[in-house]
């Protein structure tokens, strides 16, 4: 993610992401044997592994990394979602893929459009851009409510219902998506927060508030 270009980011977090999920839910039938043995181990790895990079996304300092790994702990709820072999978690992995497959695309888009001005990604740098550009801040806001699926989002809907079918599965699991979802929502406000507001680089000489098809792209 970090050395590719924004296309490729975007194409990599929108689409290639998710065929791995896909994947999974087209041999899901075939999983169903081996799934009921191993079932708790997956989900442990998932779960456990998005809290850790949820504390892994608090210390990073590259817009890019940042939404990269956060792309990584919502492809950990759908696996933790869909190795629960219910109806709630196999329905809803499809939701939560095509919701954030929208919204971390365009984080990727808004990160590149601050990189192409500022000629850095690192949140030092990129630090009051609401001052540079009011208008993108809009879109900042959007889909970082988005990505940590405050409730206009598609992305509430298919966490609750991971939610749901994983706590019925197994309710001590309670724990650990309390603990993700609150990182979610700190590294997410931690991204906002740090690039829109403050004082804004100091080295900066001009920059433009956004192109039409800069919005036309988003949108």
Known sequence: HVEAPVS????????????????LLRVYLLLKEIGLMM???????????????SLVCLRQVDMKSLIAYSSVIHMGL???????????????????????????SGLFCLANMSYERLGSRNLMINKG??????GLTLWWFLLSSCNMAAPPSINLLGEIGLFNSMVGWMWMIMLFLMLI???????????YSYSQHGIYYAGL??????????YLLLI
Do not use: D
């Not at 490729?8 to 994947?23: N, P, R």
């Not at 851009?129 to 009011?134: A, F, Q, R, Y």
């Not at 979802?181 to 991204?191: E, G, H, I, K, Q």
């Open 78 to 104: 759908t696996i933790g979602g869909m190795m629960t072999l219910n109806t709630w978690g196999f329905y809803m992995t499809f939701v939560l893929m095509i919701a954030h497959g929208l919204c971390s």
């Open 39 to 53: 079932n708790l181990l997956w989900l442990s790895i998932s779960l456990i592994g998005g809290f850790l990079m």
């Open 181 to 191: 979802s609150f990182f979610s929502a700190v590294y997410t406000l931690y991204l």
């Open 205 to 214: 000489f001009s920059s433009n508030g956004g192109y039409c098809r800069e």
């Open 129 to 134: 851009l609401l001052n540079l550009m009011p």
């Open 8 to 23: 490729g980011s975007m194409i990599l977090a929108g689409v290639l992401l998710k065929l791995g999920g896909y994947g």
